[in-house]
């Protein structure tokens, strides 16, 4: 196995997502965890859709997965991780709440960064998602307060800069709170191919560049024309480096990698 270079990065985050666990616990499961414990991170974000339906034989199985990659973890749900009716209208996360964490939201703080998860899939849309003004006031109080040198980190499932029919829905709010909080990394899944870029956003006559990091499928076999992959974000003074690990000929192996330029919070 190839394992990934650490470097001398100052907080390395493992960034896993759409894991899609059925009946039986992924064929990639053991590979993966295997990969992402040779990243050393010091924290991993798992950006949703970690079941296939939502059933609660899927969630203990998802659950048993998550707490075998590194700790700290924090977790969000996904669109697939919502039930289908009647319960996806009475308790659209309760099962979730009940098998994989209570806590929907969570925020964690390691030294450097601080994470802040947001349930971005409503129990009334199918696929797409949303962001309420709720949460964009959580977003300016949570990661708008991190001190200053904070990595400010938000995690959602849905890419929150996408256009047309994936468009967030309060993607206006969203990228006020960006601005406003002055957030550095936007991480987000769903779409099964890895991405990254730099953004520009403007608010309010007010310019502010965020990272935004999409991560692969890590062990679903809908890779829509990818393979799968889990992302490595390496911070250190000089900016952040998105590394890619994809599935390829049996082993987790170095995918593209992007340099980018350290946002204006200056973290860490």
């Given at each position: ?113 601080r ?31 991190a ?24 993607r ?6 960006l ?82 330029l ?7």
């Amino acid at each position: 196995m190839t394992a990934p270079d650490t470097g001398a990065a100052s907080l390395v985050i493992a960034h896993v997502s759409d894991l899609h666990v059925g009946r039986r616990p992924p064929t990639l499961a053991d590979a993966v965890v295997a990969d992402v414990h040779r990243a050393r991170p010091d924290l991993t974000v798992v950006t949703g859709d970690c079941t296939m339906r939502a059933r609660s034989a899927q969630l203990r199985l998802a659950r048993v997965l998550l707490d075998q990659l590194p700790q700290p973890c924090l977790v969000i749900p996904g669109n697939h991780d919502v039930p289908l009716a009647p319960s996806r209208v009475r308790t659209p996360y309760g099962r979730y709440r009940a098998y994989v964490d209570p806590d929907i939201e969570p925020v964690l703080n390691v030294p450097g960064a601080r994470v802040l998860g947001l349930a971005s899939m409503p129990w009334w849309r199918w696929k797409s998602g949303r962001i309420t003004a709720d949460q964009a006031a959580r977003i300016d109080a949570v990661l708008g307060g991190a001190p200053d040198g904070t990595l400010r980190v938000l995690a959602l499932h849905h890419p929150p800069l996408a256009t047309g029919t994936a468009r967030l829905v309060g993607r206006a709010l969203l990228v006020e709170a960006l601005v406003a909080a002055r957030v550095d990394v936007v991480m987000a899944g769903h779409t099964h191919v890895p991405a990254s870029r730099v953004v520009e956003l403007v608010h309010g006559g007010r310019r502010h560049r965020v990272i935004e990091v999409i991560a692969g499928t890590a062990t679903s076999g809908r890779t829509r024309g990818a393979e799968q992959s889990w992302s490595v974000l390496r911070v250190d003074t000089g900016g952040v480096t998105v590394d890619e690990r994809r599935w390829i000929r049996d082993e987790w192996r170095p995918g593209p990698s992007a340099r980018h330029l350290r946002t204006p919070s200056g973290a860490p």
